[in-house]
């Protein structure tokens, strides 16, 4: 059925219930001449008389009662589906589909999750966790969360945190062996531990800073890795160096089982942003969402 049919079988219902085109004409916002035209266009297409019209009043033929019976539940229908969507408007409830690298998920989203289950129980959260670049509109989510330089152009971003610095680091074992790197060209003599980013491919470029210099060197190693988590655990065990997030070696330096070297040359990474389409109209859901990651 084409869109111009099912307007006119709503103009038709409408007339009926108003009880006249002159009557219905304030409520739909057109003049009794133009539904008058409309109905009669409408007829000609069914090839069937719908409304018996005389100059005191207007009613529906044999043919038009029983299409409006059965017309009218899916009209109702379609209503409440429009009053519903308004009433949901102001009340937040549905799905949100986050992505977020793996870092960002167990540090920011996880820790929020519990209280936000309790002030939103009917809000659900799907958590994508991936370390690659995700275009969020494309693959069909309503946020994400990246580091910034990360982030494209034309997405609204809210920080979430400070960045943080990188720490070399490796096992006391391994340093007694073969020695501590002093400066960063001495790593191109030792087995690092790499990272391989998922969407690019490529390998982490180790970053140095130090009274503005900045140095971005290609390390070598025998393993490389896509898991932060691996690259702890291999450096806890001797296999070499790692860079690590200082707020993931932190417990492991605390304790001994690693210990961090070129301090002095310590480079940082950028904040955390969530990131989402454009401002308006947002779904209550993602608009709760975002207040709860905002919150401290």
Not at 46 to 57: E, Q
Not at 92 to 114: W, Y
Not at 204 to 221: C, D, I, K, M
Not at 226 to 247: P, T
């Amino acid at each position: 059925m084409d869109r111009q049919t099912w307007g006119d079988l709503a103009i038709l219902a409408a007339i009926v219930e108003a009880g006249g085109f002159s009557r219905a004409a304030p409520v739909l916002g057109v003049s009794a001449s133009a539904l008058s035209h409309r109905i009669k266009a409408l007829e000609s297409r069914l090839g069937v008389r719908l409304l018996n019209r005389t100059t005191r009043s207007v009613a529906p033929t044999e043919a038009g009662e029983r299409l409006l019976a059965r017309l009218q539940p899916a009209i109702a229908e379609i209503d409440q589906a429009v009053s519903d969507l308004k009433t949901d408007r102001g009340r937040p409830s549905g799905r949100v589909r986050i992505t977020a690298h793996r870092s960002a998920a167990f540090e920011l989203v996880q820790p929020r999750l519990m209280q936000f289950s309790l002030d939103h129980p009917e809000i659900n959260v799907e958590l994508v966790i991936d370390d690659g670049l995700v275009d969020i509109v494309a693959a069909g989510f309503d946020a994400g969360i990246r580091r910034a330089p990360s982030l494209e152009q034309d997405m609204v971003s809210i920080r979430l945190d400070d960045g943080d610095t990188l720490d070399i680091v490796a096992s006391p074992d391994y340093l007694r062996t073969y020695g501590v790197p002093l400066q960063p060209e001495d790593l191109f003599a030792h087995n690092c531990i790499n990272y391989r980013y998922p969407s690019a491919r490529s390998i982490h470029r180790w970053t140095f800073e130090r009274e503005g210099q900045t140095l971005a060197l290609a390390v070598s190693g025998t393993f490389v890795t896509n898991d932060i988590d691996m690259q702890l655990a291999s450096a806890r065990s001797g296999l070499g160096l790692a860079v690590a997030l200082h707020r993931h070696a932190a417990p492991f330096l605390a304790s001994g089982a690693l210990v961090s070297v070129l301090d002095d040359w310590q480079s940082r990474v950028p904040p955390n942003h969530l990131y989402y389409a454009g401002r308006v109209n947002q779904p209550p859901a993602l608009r709760a969402f975002i207040d709860a990651m905002r919150a401290k």
